[in-house]
């Protein structure tokens, strides 16, 4: 079990995963809003570069140099990760419900930050970002995932169409009945007729462990978005456009 660690800085709480402890980095709370990455990066490091894009739900995945404008606030690239390039790169992800991933290399250094809801689970973003660093030279084995604070599948109520999108990103052609059955599966049966509940952090550490990542690298937070209100904004629960941040600086 990975630890995770509640944080302070200026009394305001914070989160960070023992499997990152060698990068910079935070899940943060509800308390640091309306606080953007400009200014959380205070946080972490204040010398590095602020990276962050415009999240659309889709599986496009960034670098620093891909993005039209970087370091321009008020013209962020539509996609919904970021890997870096060098070091000293802050790469950040929002989310209100939606899982908010953050990935190191130990040996290049370098990190990346994706927003994955279930239409980019259903796209398998947290894949695609891990394939982006394998491109620029990083080994699976070299990895270390940590999935922060999001919605629990006991509480997320979906429609069986969308269990069925999504577990078709980790069972092809899957039939409701055949995902239910799956050891520890993420998708649980549900009293409201035509629903399901759907736990995405779940399916994104399937997706991770089919491509050969241990589960030793991967690390789930304890907490739920929904049924923590003290700490976490929910769309769910208070269908408001507010959302706190997670970021991670390459090393």
Not at 24 to 48: K, M, Y
Not at 122 to 148: C, E, F, N
Request: net charge negative.
């Amino acid at each position: 079990m990975h630890n995770w660690h509640w944080q302070t800085w200026n009394e305001l709480p914070y989160l960070t995963c023992s499997l990152l402890e060698s990068w910079q980095h935070g899940f943060f709370t509800q308390q640091f809003a309306p606080r953007v990455p400009e200014e959380l990066i205070e946080v972490l490091d204040p010398a590095a570069e602020v990276y962050r894009v415009k999240q659309v739900h889709g599986n496009v995945v960034l670098s620093p140099s891909e993005l039209e404008r970087p370091g321009d606030p008020e013209k962020l690239s539509d996609a919904d990760g970021m890997i870096t390039e060098r070091s000293q790169q802050a790469v950040w992800a929002c989310s209100a419900d939606c899982t908010p991933a953050l990935i190191a290399d130990t040996k290049t250094g370098n990190v990346a930050a994706v927003h994955s809801g279930w239409r980019g689970t259903s796209l398998k973003i947290v894949p695609m970002a891990i394939a982006k660093l394998q491109l620029q030279g990083t080994q699976i084995a070299d990895l270390r995932i940590a999935l922060g604070p999001a919605i629990s599948g006991e509480v997320y109520q979906v429609s069986h169409q969308v269990a069925l999108e999504v577990g078709a990103s980790i069972e092809p052609e899957p039939e409701l009945d055949q995902l239910i059955g799956l050891p520890n599966s993420p998708i649980l049966t549900d009293s409201t007729q035509g629903r399901s509940r759907l736990d995405v952090r779940r399916v994104i550490a399937i997706q991770l462990e089919q491509m050969g990542i241990t589960p030793e690298q991967i690390a789930i937070a304890p907490h739920c978005t929904y049924q923590d209100p003290d700490n976490f904004f929910s769309y769910r629960r208070e269908k408001l456009k507010k959302v706190q941040w997670s970021g991670i600086v390459s090393g």
